[in-house]
């Protein structure tokens, strides 16, 4: 069964500092990876994507995946109490149509 | 273009009973999804859709029915409401996998209580 696994947290960082999020998962054959962040009683929001080996930047997000070990990570520079939400990491696996969700990692951003 | 709409935004059902939750999107998205959320934990996969007429089951499908017979239109079917299908349930569409990194667009969700 293809799995993807996340820590659930919370994780709590100071407001200001890099708040780091790792994902990890079963299939060598993953083929897209998505971070996403649900605040509290909203519906899932897409931050970032990626599909090559190395980093991907947007804004204060940077999106890492490593195919040879299978993980993906999230890092979000200058955190922000407003970055407080869970954040879901989601993989669709080579030859298929579905996306298979994390359970997602709460991040608390203390003031 | 209103996205990913769904309705209703609640409903309390009494054991037994029977709904539907509709989901309609309006971009033209082939593929379309139905997710339950359970407190605390992530998305599972009830069914999902790759065009008109086409549906599949997902991880969780025990308990729910759906049908695709538009492309703007997936409902999905609650048959026999039980305590366990208590969850927010999601509905979500994207175009083509395929076509480069594809992104799932969601709908605000629809929470579900029964007692």
């Known amino acids: 069964q293809k799995e993807v696994e996340q820590n659930s947290g919370p994780l709590s960082v100071p407001e200001g500092a890099i708040a780091s999020l790792n994902c990890t998962y079963s299939d060598r054959g993953s083929q897209s990876f998505f971070w996403y962040r649900q605040y509290s009683g909203k519906s899932p929001e897409l931050i970032m994507s990626i599909y090559s080996n190395g980093d991907k930047e947007d804004g204060r997000f940077t999106a890492q995946l490593n195919k040879a070990s299978q993980y993906v990570s999230l890092l979000i520079r200058d955190s922000q109490p407003s970055d407080s939400a869970t954040y879901l990491c989601?993989?669709?696996?080579?030859?298929?149509?579905?996306?298979?969700f994390g359970t997602g990692t709460r991040l608390k951003v203390l003031a | 273009n209103a996205g990913v709409t769904q309705t209703p935004k609640f409903r309390i059902l009494k054991i037994g009973q029977s709904m539907t939750l509709q989901c309609t999107q309006d971009m033209n998205h082939n593929y379309m999804y139905w997710y339950r959320q359970d407190p605390g934990m992530g998305l599972k996969l009830i069914y999902y859709?790759?065009?008109?007429?086409?549906?599949d089951k997902g991880e969780v499908p025990n308990g729910y029915n759906v049908s695709r017979s538009t492309t703007e239109d997936f409902p999905l079917r609650l048959e026999l409401a039980a305590p366990s299908q208590t969850s927010v349930y999601f509905c979500a569409s994207s175009s083509l996998p395929g076509q480069g990194i594809v992104e799932q667009y969601f709908g605000p969700g629809t929470r579900l209580t029964v007692t």
């Open positions: 859709s790759v065009g008109a007429g086409i549906t």
């Open positions: 989601a993989v669709r696996f080579s030859g298929t149509y579905k996306y298979i």
